[in-house]
């Protein structure tokens, strides 16, 4: 019963992930990290391609970190992204030793891949004290941080850790500080700021740079790898689409230096600007034009939209593979103990680390999202149907084989019937579990509501991120709606009247 | 199968069921130990005992549900085992305590399940379930409840439906009237014993229950702790019993109503 009403639902899930991987206009996948500078400069790119005219623009953006974004790329789940030379370098190479942009590109060509000139400015790791500080001791330099082992630091866990961060910087200036805290990097500037620390690390470009009375300490030694922003491209995108190419050269390159990118970074961060405006304001324009049209509540709709398909289609992935399997451990108990214990573990591994490993089977987008959230979704229908199956009054088994109902038959007409309460709270459970985790598709470029999600958490804008959240928990509760409702359809009435619902 | 088949009285030299050393162990527990005997065609024949006698392992050994670790059951002249098995439940029809219906099915598919799975045409069913309805004095309308809605009579006449969908030869009951009030009991025991006399179907009722044995069965077979203690009719166990314990199980009981006319 539950097989044959899965499979309309799964056919209705394939043919909406059809229709949307169908349209066949000429089409730029231009991505981002989850970062706001990476967002601002996608935007930047995407608003220059659009209006050469040449390719419709989607908008890949907040994708995970590095690994995402380059496989991403070199895979051709996008086209191109915002990247920076020392992360390349450290890619391909495996040092983030700067390499000049010439030999990158050399490195790059065997992987399909070609990088632009730099856009200007360098996004690299550096040291700030407060101004009175640098003036009261003198310091200009990080090798004058050497001559005061009595100043007190604040880093961020990242840098904290990487051998190109503070521990391979203090053997090579022979650092030394009083103390050192580890905090997350927004709160590094606060702590600064307040003088409860001396020293932080900031990166060259944060927005908060401009806004607050600092002096950074110059990399007299040249520690710090050099990280210039450049647009990494699959060279197929370069053949194709000749004058989006040229129009981004001529537009961007050497055209943002640190000022300029740091200002960028403030009115996302620090004013609050949309992405659009943001780009709008970088070209001049007045802010109002952007594509994308609709605003926020459009995009919302489409966000959920989109979520609902993630859902539908990975949950009737996982009945269908859940319920047999279920049935499976039910019928064979020592194989259904592994069997359960095995989807159990698949369960303990984090959903985001579950997303990531998909990318090198699947790459990037619904795909790996429809397989990982069916992954997840996994348990709980297995475990119920398990569960209801084995719970099933043995006497009434006896009698269907005493009716002379074949296996075959007592499973249909017998067994899942009277199991179908347990099965279909599990699909339930698995439902609105997948609601919830659906939000963390957008993190591999799969879209829905939690793309406002990723956006939101990387400009440290609540609204955005309450934008993605509240509709993505009104769609739970109303997916948890949706199945009270197929529980009258579905749960034979003699069940339903007087059997206690499992928990 | 012939459903026909039933149809047939058997004389009293052609055994229906026939035990032969049948021992069979559960973990460490003996559940039938060392049985043999034989139940005569188109009788009624009683399986008494307490709880843990062995009277219930012995009608699922009929059935096949569980197999025995020594000795054989032949059914009908067929030999009780995997390959058989399909054949005789054909010829068997089950009922037991409170009528083991399915709840998520009305009354009349718990009635048709069995024909529905030998994919009987329609017309055949329906002629067959209007026969039975009439047999157990049911109206058709009842048969479209599910069983949460009927009373625990209507459930076990229900119950007994479903075991002469097929009408086969056989019917085994184990415990069938056990959970019902003392006044619809008594109620369906005459009922039960008006549909059987004239079918001369062979009948094995399990009970705890002396009037109820004494009630209903041409034969009675007395088991303790896995063995028959002893087999004949109620007045060769009460008049000649073969040893102290079927005195003491007999008269462990109060004699229900009609029980002394019947003795005397």
């Known amino acids: 019963m539950t097989a044959r009403h899965a499979a309309p639902l799964l056919a209705v899930g394939l043919a909406a992930s059809l229709h949307i991987a169908g349209a066949e206009e000429p089409v730029v996948r231009v991505g981002s990290k989850a970062f706001t500078e990476s967002f601002i400069l996608g935007e930047i790119v995407a608003d220059v391609i659009e209006r050469t005219g040449e390719a419709r623009v989607e908008r890949r953006f907040g994708l995970g970190d590095t690994g995402i974004t380059y496989r991403a790329v070199a895979h051709g789940d996008i086209d191109l992204y915002p990247e920076y030379t020392g992360t390349l370098s450290q890619m391909i190479l495996g040092t983030p030793s700067a390499r000049s942009v010439a030999e990158l590109r050399q490195e790059l060509r065997g992987a399909g891949l070609t990088i ?17 500080t640098s003036q009261r001791l003198d310091l200009r330099t990080i090798s004058d941080l050497a001559r005061h082992p009595e100043l007190e630091g604040a880093f961020s866990p990242g840098f904290t850790d990487r051998e190109d961060g503070w521990p391979g910087l203090a053997r090579h200036y022979g650092l030394a500080l009083a103390r050192l805290r580890v905090m997350e990097h927004a709160l590094t500037y606060e702590a600064l700021a307040r003088g409860k620390v001396d020293v932080i690390d900031i990166y060259s470009t944060d927005g908060k740079l401009g806004r607050l009375d600092l002096q950074i300490l110059r990399d007299d030694r040249r520690f710090f790898p050099d990280y210039q922003a450049v647009l990494l491209a699959r060279e197929d995108f370069v053949r194709r689409f000749p004058r989006s190419w040229r129009a981004l ?84 108990p020592r194989l259904g103990q592994v069997e359960l214990m095995a989807v159990g573990a698949l369960q303990t591994i984090p959903s985001l680390a579950l997303l990531c490993f998909m990318i090198p089977f699947l790459g990037i987008g619904k795909l790996p999202a429809f397989v990982a959230l069916a992954v ?75 793309a406002l999600i990723v956006r939101g958490l990387a400009l440290d804008d609540v609204s955005l991120i309450l934008a993605g959240a509240v509709p993505a928990a009104l769609l739970a509760l109303l997916i948890h709606a949706g199945f009270e409702l197929l529980d009258r359809l579905l749960i034979p009435a003699g069940l339903r009247r007087n059997f206690a619902r499992p928990t | 199968m012939n459903p026909e088949r039933g149809r047939e009285v058997r004389s009293g030299s052609c055994p229906m069921i026939q035990i032969e050393g049948v021992t069979k162990r559960f973990a460490d527990a003996v559940a039938i130990d060392g049985v043999s005997t034989r139940f005569e065609g188109g009788l009624t024949h009683v399986l008494l005992g307490s709880s843990g006698s062995g009277k219930s392992t012995l009608l699922r050994l009929i059935l096949g549900l569980v197999s025995p670790d020594s000795g054989s059951v032949r059914v009908d002249g067929l030999l009780v085992e995997p390959s058989s098995q399909r054949t005789l439940l054909g010829r068997i029809g089950y009922v037991v305590q409170e009528g083991g219906l399915f709840p998520h099915l009305t009354a009349r598919r718990n009635v048709t399940l069995a024909a529905e799975a030998r994919r009987w045409e329609r ?36 119950g007994l439906m479903r075991a002469l969908m097929l009408d086969p030869p056989l019917l085994l009951l184990d415990e069938p009237l056990g959970s019902l009030d003392p006044l619809v009991r008594s109620d369906l025991q005459h009922q039960l014993k008006e549909i059987f006399t004239p079918m001369a179907k062979t009948v094995v009722i399990v009970t705890h229950d002396i009037g109820e044995a004494a009630f209903f069965g041409h034969t009675i077979t007395l088991m303790t702790k896995g063995r028959i203690v002893q087999q004949g009719t109620f007045a060769d166990l009460s008049r000649r019993p073969a040893s102290d314990f079927v005195t003491a199980f007999l008269n462990a009981q109060k004699p229900p109503p009609g029980l002394r006319e019947l003795l005397s």
């Open chain 1, 116 to 132: 632009g000139n730099p856009l200007g400015f360098s996004n690299t790791y550096a040291l700030a004290v407060r101004r009175e």
């Open chain 1, 249 to 332: 050269e001529r537009e961007l390159e050497g055209r943002i230096d640190e000022a300029r990118m740091s200002r960028l970074n403030a009115r996302a961060d620090l004013d609050g600007k949309r992405l659009p405006e943001v780009a709008a304001e970088f070209f001049g324009r007045a802010p109002s034009d952007g594509h994308g049209g609709g605003g926020l509540g459009a995009e919302i709709a489409g966000l959920a939209a989109e979520h609902l398909h993630l859902v539908v289609v990975s949950l009737a992935v996982a009945v269908l593979f859940g319920v047999p399997l279920g049935i499976l451990a039910a019928r064979r």
């Open chain 1, 376 to 450: 997840y979704a996994l348990l709980p229908i297995v475990r119920n149907t398990h569960s209801g199956l084995v719970s099933v009054d043995r006497q009434l088994l006896e009698i269907a084989v005493v009716l002379g109902l074949d296996r075959r038959q007592r499973l249909v007409r017998i067994e899942l019937p009277l199991a179908s309460l347990h099965i279909l709270s599990g699909i339930k459970t698995a439902a609105v579990w997948t609601a919830g985790t659906a939000t963390l598709a957008a993190f591999i470029g799969g879209g829905g509501l939690g």
């Open chain 2, 123 to 158: 017309e055949r069913i329906d002629a067959r379930v209007a026969e039975l309805s009439t047999l157990v004095g049911f109206d058709e309308a009842v048969l479209a409840l599910h069983p949460d809605q009927l009373s625990g009579g209507q459930r076990q006449r229900v």
